[in-house]
Nanobody, 124 residues
């Protein structure tokens, strides 16, 4: 089992940047596929990006391609989401999630472990 704690959210102007971090507990962090999801008020939670257990493969949703980058540091048990060129529509609660099986998935129901979330607000 893994426990996840996100940080790095905040208020930023459109065009700005934020870096989200997710710290994981446990000795088997390097075995988990890690994902970032977000949920805006009144909307369903949606996939943002994911990274394989070794970090060799990443996948992100079309709306963030070229702007967001997911990365991980298995030595530090952390996964990050660098968000550049932020837009007001990126405003949401951002969640870190983990799944033990090695395949990257984009459905939130495929991830059994979740953090509490960190709020990102982008002003226009």
């Amino acid at each position: 089992q893994v426990q996840l704690v996100e940080s790095g959210g905040g208020l930023v102007q459109a065009g700005g940047s934020l870096r989200l971090s997710c710290a994981a507990s446990g000795r088997t962090f390097s075995s988990y596929v890690m994902g970032w999801f977000r949920q805006a008020p009144g909307k369903e939670r949606e996939f943002v990006a994911a990274i394989s257990s070794t970090g060799s493969r990443t996948y992100d949703t079309n709306s963030v391609k070229g702007r967001f980058t997911i990365s991980r540091d298995n030595a530090k048990n952390t996964v990050s989401l660098q968000m550049n060129s932020l837009k007001p529509e990126d405003t949401a609660m951002y969640y870190c999630a983990a799944r033990l099986t090695p395949v990257i998935r984009t459905l939130d129901t495929e991830y059994p472990y979740w953090g509490q979330g960190t709020q990102v607000t982008v002003s226009s």
